[in-house]
């Protein structure tokens, strides 16, 4: 059974920082492709970054150069750091096992940044 627990997220200003952890468990996380998904209040679920088992990454134009997304497999710990943010990046944010928006996901992390 897939569980995914997302944790990290809180209050920000904005130009601030925050590191988002995602703790895996229940499937081979080493072989899984893995991604961060976001949703604000009446928008749409954005892919905001993913990881392939084998390195390539995945960032969505509006968080390019500001996220960084990482694993450790030994920990099976995904992780999203959070730069440089923007009162545009508040919105709840999901762990996703999948390469893309759609997948089995954790129950979220609140993630607010004030300007």
């Known amino acids: 059974q897939v569980q995914l627990v997302e944790s990290g997220g809180g209050l920000v200003q904005a130009g601030g920082s925050l590191t988002l952890s995602c703790a895996a468990s229940g499937f081979t996380f080493s072989t899984s492709a893995m991604s961060w998904v976001r949703q604000a209040p009446g928008k749409e679920l954005e892919w905001v970054s993913g990881?392939?088992?084998?390195?390539?990454?995945y960032y969505d134009n509006t968080v390019k150069g500001r996220f960084n997304i990482s694993r450790d497999n030994a920990k099976n710990l995904l992780y999203l750091q959070m730069t440089n943010m923007k009162p545009e990046d508040t919105a709840v944010y999901y762990c996703?096992?999948?390469?893309?928006?759609?997948?089995?996901r954790g129950q979220g992390t609140q993630v607010t940044v004030s300007s």
């Open positions: 996703v096992k999948s390469w893309g928006p759609y997948g089995p």
């Open positions: 990881i392939t088992d084998f390195g390539p990454k």
